[in-house]
């Protein structure tokens, strides 16, 4: 899971492991350094670009929506939502090891 410097908590950390779940942020500027990859470091500084389809998911293709009835109709809007994003014809890309993966 990348989050940003406002979940550097020891505490959430231990208790991600023990579900199973690493959680990999930045660090601040007086932290120790914490061993990496190349991956882990474009994703984190890429997060904006991942920030920003999650908005377009939420707000264009509005699959955050609370009142469902049902289990169903809550799958069929996620759905219908998911579709919507892949028929958008530019969507935000993530450029990494000098090729684009699509976000």
Same mark, same amino acid.
């Given at each position: 899971?990348? #989050?940003?410097?406002?979940?550097?908590?020891?505490?959430?950390?231990?208790? *991600?492991? &023990?579900?199973?779940?690493? *959680?990999? &942020?930045?660090?601040?500027?007086?932290?120790?350094?914490?061993?990496? &990859?190349?991956?882990?470091?474009?994703?984190?500084?890429?997060?904006?670009?991942?920030? &920003?389809?999650?908005?377009?998911?939420?707000?264009?293709?509005?699959?955050?929506?609370?009142?469902?009835?049902? +289990?169903?109709?809550?799958?069929?809007?996620?759905? #219908?939502? *998911?579709?919507?994003?892949? $028929?958008? +014809?530019?969507? +935000?890309?993530?450029?990494? #090891?000098?090729?684009? $993966?699509?976000?």
């Amino acid at each position: 899971m990348y #989050a940003d410097k406002g979940y550097l908590s020891a505490s959430l950390k231990q208790q *991600l492991k &023990t579900m199973g779940i690493n *959680l990999i &942020t930045n660090i601040k500027n007086k932290m120790k350094p914490v061993e990496q &990859t190349y991956f882990d470091k474009a994703i984190l500084r890429h997060r904006s670009v991942i920030e &920003t389809v999650f908005d377009e998911l939420k707000n264009l293709c509005q699959i955050e929506h609370t009142w469902h009835r049902s +289990p169903a109709n809550f799958v069929v809007n996620l759905l #219908a939502g *998911l579709v919507a994003y892949c $028929l958008i +014809p530019s969507k +935000p890309k993530i450029p990494v #090891a000098g090729t684009y $993966l699509q976000a």
